[in-house]
Nanobody, 127 residues
Framework: QVQLAESGGGLVQAGGSLRLSCEASGLTFRNYHMAWFRQAPGKNREFVAVSSRPGTGGNSYYTESVKGRFTISRDNTKKMVHLQMNALKPEDTAVYYC??????????????????WGQGTQVTVSS
């Protein structure tokens, strides 16, 4: 049974930083793309960042609005993925979800291609 457990959310002022972590169990971690999505109140869940599985290059991809501010990283030994978030803005406020997928590389930004999700962690950025 795949389990993903996020941690590290909280309240921070605009311009501040947070580091989210996700610990995975019940899966062969190296075989999965690991991603972060977020969902703000009244909005759809949106893609934030993904670390592709080592077999497809182990590259990182980001949504445009977080490029240069967020960094995704993975530790295949510890089965963990992190999201370092710097220069946070009020519009980054959302529940952040960790997700795992074995989808084709061309589809890894699509939430519907992920069948394994964590419970989410709240990030609130005050202005």
């Amino acid at each position: 049974q795949v389990q993903l457990a996020e941690s590290g959310g909280g309240l921070v002022q605009a311009g501040g930083s947070l580091r989210l972590s996700c610990e995975a169990s019940g899966l062969t971690f190296r075989n999965y793309h690991m991603a972060w999505f977020r969902q703000a109140p009244g909005k759809n869940r949106e893609f934030v960042a993904v670390s592709s599985r080592p077999g497809t290059g182990g590259n990182s991809y980001y949504t445009e609005s977080v490029k240069g501010r967020f960094t995704i990283s993975r530790d295949n030994t510890k089965k963990m993925v992190h999201l370092q978030m710097n220069a946070l803005k009020p519009e980054d406020t959302a529940v952040y979800y960790c997700a795992a997928s074995q989808a084709a590389l061309s589809s890894i930004r699509q939430a519907e291609m992920y069948f394994n999700w964590g419970q989410g962690t709240q990030v609130t950025v005050s202005s």
